[in-house]
């Protein structure tokens, strides 16, 4: 079956500009994640939804950020005012249940501001 | 001090070679454990769940010591096909939060 999908798979921005990054998770899959991973390092948390509602969204790193599941399915993260600093691969992933269960990763997001 | 610390490495191993990796959490509330795979450029894969009596799939042997907080992923026989970058995921207790380490980078050379 499908995998996670991840649109658009590279986003190159201006400072200032404002994103939104989708991710399509596997059909059927309840808990959704969302990562952010820079050069050398591992994922770093940022929310995760238990179907339409953000659980825990105490990785996100300030009010510029914020995410969306509105029917539990489809994600959109939405970065305001971006910043050089927010350059990173932005990972999603799900999985069937809350963890413990293997988390099923997208290919991710390349987002560079400029 | 990080809640999941890793050696970076680079591992440099000739194949055939066995090789360990070891991290530790900080939190001792945690409650479950992964090894995750992350090729260059590439997602995370699950390479395996550790379990407090240890678990083992083919070549790979997992470990977990929650008295010390650590867990320990051992490769044996290591192929080529090894090399990549190993990361400790560790699930915060309490809650859903999954913190990854930074990775153990290992190269299998032949």
């Known amino acids: 079956g499908a995998g996670v999908s991840q649109t658009p798979s590279n986003k190159v921005t201006e400072k200032g500009k404002y994103v939104e990054l989708r991710c399509d998770p596997i059909?059927?899959?309840?808990?959704l994640y969302w990562y952010r991973q820079s050069l050398g390092q591992g994922p770093e948390f940022l929310i995760y939804?238990?179907?339409?509602?953000?659980?825990?969204d105490s990785g996100l790193p300030n009010d510029r950020f914020f995410a969306v599941r509105p029917e539990g399915s489809v994600s959109t993260l939405k970065i305001q005012r971006t910043e050089r600093g927010d350059s990173a691969v932005y990972l999603c992933?799900?999985?069937?249940?809350?963890?413990?269960?293997?988390?099923?990763f997208g290919p991710g997001t390349r987002l560079t501001v400029l | 001090r990080k809640e999941v610390e890793q050696d970076p490495g680079p591992f440099n191993v000739p194949e055939g070679a066995t090789v360990a990796f070891n991290c530790t959490y900080s939190n001792s509330a945690s409650q479950s454990f992964f090894w995750y795979r992350q090729d260059c450029r590439k997602e995370p894969k699950l390479l395996m769940s550790?379990?407090?009596s240890g678990n083992e799939d083919g070549r790979f042997t997992a470990q977990l010591n929650r008295a010390s907080q650590y867990i320990s992923l051992l490769i044996r026989d290591s192929k080529l096909s090894d090399s990549a970058t190993y990361l400790c995921v560790v699930n915060k207790g309490g809650g859903f939060k999954t913190i990854f380490g930074a990775g153990t980078r290992l190269f299998v050379k032949a």
């Open positions: 059909s059927g899959h309840t808990a």
């Open positions: 939804f238990q179907g339409t509602g953000a659980a825990d």
């Open positions: 992933a799900s999985s069937l249940q809350a963890t413990p269960d293997t988390q099923y």
């Open positions: 550790v379990y407090s």
